[in-house]
């Protein structure tokens, strides 16, 4: 008996680090661009970023575009110390409703927060972030030139990621935020192992032409892709 509980315990502790093992390969492979992307309809004069920060990545676009006026969505009242006005980006990221809410910072992170939104969340949301300057590419930030077509993809892409009200706005989640130039909103979709935010990112990119890995859940895979 106690040499069966002993297998028993060895094959689970195989399983335990196995999978995250195989989960890492996979993303691995994931990072590999399966297609050129889409055609340039155009000349590519639309610059967006892709900012990581270690581990989830957002992607930032022109506030203010013929294809799209974010100064539409993005409301001066949303933001109570920052102006959308003055902003030259705007920067998207999404993921676990519960998990941005309630672990502000790394510090707060839990083995149950982290679990909660792999496994069972409860909701999503859309973290906008104001940015008043220009990034500087290099370590975890990334440059892209769009043309306008490509780059009208990626705003519905972007729009479609918000759960929105009567008015056809997204729905701002009030009294949260990290910082004076930051808003949470609303979202769709559920947070998962294979719908990360990274991916989520990915999706995003893909759907304007962008090549880029068909699975990046990780942010290096994405940037690799780029």
């Given at each position: ?5 002993g297998r ?6 195989g ?6 093992v195989?989960?890492?390969l996979?993303a ?5 661009p399966?297609?050129?992307g889409r055609?340039v ?7 967006i970023?892709?900012?990581?920060n270690g581990a ?6 022109p ?5 799209m006026?974010?100064g539409?969505?993005l409301?001066?009242?949303h933001?109570?110390?920052?102006n959308?006005?003055m902003a030259?980006?705007?920067g998207?990221g999404w993921?676990d ?7 502000p910072r ?6 149950v ?8 969340s409860?909701g999503s949301?859309v973290h906008?972030?104001?940015w008043?300057?220009t990034?500087?590419p290099g ?6 030139r769009?043309d306008p077509a490509a780059?009208?993809l990626?705003?519905?892409g972007?729009k479609a990621?918000?759960e929105?009200g009567?008015?056809g ?7 949260y935020r990290?910082?004076p130039?930051?808003a ?9 192992l ?8 990915a999706?995003r990119?893909?759907?304007?032409g962008v090549?880029?890995?068909w699975?990046?859940?990780l942010p290096?895979?994405l940037?690799?892709?780029?």
């Open positions: 008996m106690v040499r069966r509980l028993l315990a060895l094959a689970g502790l399983v335990l680090v196995g999978l995250p195989l989960y890492l996979v691995l492979a994931g990072a590999l399966l297609s050129p055609p309809a155009g000349p590519a004069t639309v610059t970023f892709v900012v990581s989830h990545v957002d992607i930032l676009v506030m203010r575009h013929p294809v006026d974010w539409d969505w409301l001066p009242e933001y109570p110390e920052g959308p006005f030259a980006y705007a998207f993921g409703r519960d998990f941005y809410l309630n672990t790394w510090t707060d992170l839990t083995p927060a982290a679990a909660r939104a792999l496994f069972a409860r949301l906008v972030t104001l008043y300057g990034p500087l370590g975890g930030v990334r440059s892209l769009l780059y009208g990626l705003v519905e972007l990621g918000f929105t009567d008015a706005r997204p729905r701002l989640i009030p009294g990290y910082g130039a930051d949470f909103y609303e979202g769709r979709g559920r947070y998962s294979i719908l990360t935010c990274n991916e989520w990112a999706r990119l893909r759907a304007a090549a880029i890995g699975w990046t859940p290096f895979g940037l690799w892709s780029l």
